[in-house]
């Protein structure tokens, strides 16, 4: 079902395929395990999904069984038909069925005294459609896999097993996909960052606590230089604080009260100290600001830090480098007069486009997140949230950007805008944000020396240009597919020497290039050359530059790049070429 869920009564042509899909897949499942008890199965991006409690595990390899027995449904050409039921005989119904969850469901989800439910020949789902009129309509499905999923998403509940699928309306749509789906898998940051010695997670450290290995932590260090150097060009001062404090201040800026969900319990020691790790580097900024009486002469003053954050996922929602537990953001805080916030705004969204265009982040697009409704979830005036709103939509505007609105999404203290990118799965994600707030200046009892000299307060802009090292390295890897280019890559070129005779010749290649700040490794293992390069390609190497006896003497080398492209040049011709790829960090 899907129904009396959230897409519910979706019309999208695509959604009705799917969510009949769904229906089929139940109906299959309950013919084959006849114990099965269903849960919910609602349409998603791409395919859809149905939560079964099966009486005896099932795996992967029952996917084909029951993906056949879907196909005779298919073939039987069963009408989806609905009907309306009192409450007690959708009751009785389910009751008879043994179908716990829709029974659940009934008691939780349907008001009033009518349950509309869907017959698909015996299956019987709860259910307000709408649904293609006959199993006939489906044309071109498949299951895909099974994963593990809490009842309601509550790990307090049992434990369902979930079978993931695709729907589509016709057969080349549907290979089209799988060839996606096979191209995304190639892509997976999980499995290139183990392939490539990128990073680990270990159970030891724990969950989502990400161990950056050799060649990932060169990766980010040139990602942190790239990042660091281009703020302080545009006028950024760098700090560094800790990943801590005391409780106390993060009562002040309150996270404490609005975050604490995603908080880490405080430390508490037996002299009373509470420190608590930080979820978010704002307080500590607001009290660099706040060392000195700051003037209008020194506003905007733009204080950035790449700082570690903590926040505690839940254990099953960890991913990667997708979901972690700390993650290092590349944030900012910009204390400026009212009167500069729009220009403040607007460099922000321009350096953050930057940084997209530099690092190769093509697809993104602008949400515009506003207040909820819910007044214990904000804090501030209606004034003040509408100037701060108005302020990021004109900054767009000017800017000829166009947006989308996302009501409810804002930040306790203010809006915001997201920089929501789609990554090799097509999933979306918050990659930067510029946010205006009103607020942590007022909390913090924040001023400045005005021109008149007076004592004004400054707005706050938090701004995260390139987004989290976790989150910017797992989409760059799904980007380039684990080949990054020349000047992010851990190593630029190997030399590999055709035989003993050429290794020392090899060295001194290397040497030339290390002195042009190229990393470098020279590959003088006694294997053949072949098997050399082939372990080259398979790190995705720029470039090879391999040595023989001819090379030796004429001072040149052979280079083979990525591409598969060879040409022989004099060393000092290739070693500018590939240090000039690198200083203009060339895509
Ligand atoms: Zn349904
Ligand atoms: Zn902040």
New binding site residues.
């Given amino acids: 079902?899907?129904?009396y869920a959230d897409h519910e009564g979706s019309a999208d042509p695509l959604h009705k395929l799917r969510?009949?899909t769904?229906?089929v897949l139940a109906a299959a499942v309950t013919e084959l395990y006849p114990d099965a008890k269903y849960g919910i199965?609602?349409p998603v991006e791409d395919g859809f999904y149905y939560d079964f409690a099966f009486g005896k595990p099932i795996s992967e390899a029952d996917l084909p069984a029951i993906e056949s027995r879907m196909r005779r449904i298919v073939h039987e050409d069963r009408p989806f038909v609905q009907e309306t039921l009192s409450r007690k005989e959708a009751v009785d119904e389910f009751t008879r069925r043994g179908q716990d969850y829709k029974l659940e469901l009934i008691a939780d989800k349907v008001e009033g005294d009518e349950v509309s439910v869907?017959h698909t020949g015996d299956f019987l789902?709860?259910?307000?459609?709408p649904?293609v009129a006959s199993t006939r309509d489906l044309k071109a499905f498949k299951l895909l896999r099974v994963a593990g999923a809490y009842w309601r998403g509550d790990e307090q509940k049992p434990q369902l097993t979930r079978i993931y699928g695709t729907s589509w309306p016709s057969q080349k749509e549907l290979d089209e996909y799988l060839r996606f789906l096979e191209e995304a898998e190639k892509r997976d940051h999980k499995k290139l960052g183990k392939d490539l010695k990128l990073f680990a997670v270990d159970d030891r450290v724990g969950p989502g606590l990400p161990l950056w290995l050799p060649a990932g932590a060169t990766v980010r260090r040139e990602l942190e230089r790239f990042i660091v150097d281009e703020e302080i060009a545009r006028g950024y001062l760098h700090v560094r604080t800790p990943d801590v404090a005391r409780i106390e201040l993060y009562e002040q800026s309150g996270h404490a009260q609005l975050y604490r969900e995603f908080m880490y319990p405080p430390m508490r020691f037996e002299d009373g100290e509470q420190l608590e790790l930080r979820p978010v580097n704002c307080p500590h900024h607001i009290v660099v600001y706040q060392t000195e009486l700051r003037s209008y002469r020194d506003l905007p003053l733009r204080i950035a830090e790449i700082g570690n954050n903590w926040r505690y996922e839940r254990s099953g929602t960890l991913v990667g480098l997708n979901r972690v537990r700390s993650f290092a953001l590349n944030d900012a805080h910009i204390f400026c007069a009212p009167e500069q916030l729009m220009d403040e705004v607007r460099e922000s969204i321009e350096l953050a486009t930057y940084f997209s265009g530099v690092l190769g982040i093509d697809e993104y697009r602008y949400e515009l997140a506003t207040r909820d409704d819910v007044k214990e979830k904000w804090m501030g005036d209606e004034q003040q949230w509408r100037e701060a709103q108005d302020a990021l939509a004109a900054a767009l505007e000017s800017m000829g950007q166009t947006y989308t609105i996302k009501a409810g999404d804002a930040a306790f203290y203010g809006p915001k805008i997201d920089f929501q990118v789609k990554d090799a799965h097509r999933r979306e994600f918050t990659n930067s944000t510029v946010q205006v707030d009103f607020q942590l200046p007022q909390r913090f009892d924040l001023e400045y020396v005005a021109e008149d000299g007076s004592r004004k307060r400054p707005v706050m802009v938090h701004r995260g240009a390139a987004g989290s090292m976790e989150r910017l390295f797992s989409y760059l890897i799904e980007r380039y597919a684990g080949a990054f280019p020349t000047w992010l890559h851990p190593v630029q070129v190997v030399v590999i020497p055709i035989t003993d005779a050429q290794v020392d010749y090899a060295k001194s290649i290397a040497a030339r290039l290390r002195a042009r700040k190229i990393r470098v490794e020279v590959d003088a293992r006694p294997e053949r050359m072949q098997r050399k390069i082939r372990d080259a390609q398979a790190s995705k190497v720029p470039y090879m530059a391999i040595a023989g006896g001819r090379e030796a003497e004429s001072e040149h080398v052979n280079v083979r790049d990525r591409a598969g492209k060879q040409t022989d040049e004099p060393l000092d011709e290739f070693a500018s070429r590939v240090a000039a790829e690198i200083a203009e960090r060339r895509r």
């Fill in positions: 079902m899907a129904e969510h009949s769904a229906h199965g609602p869907y789902d709860l259910c307000r459609g649904h």
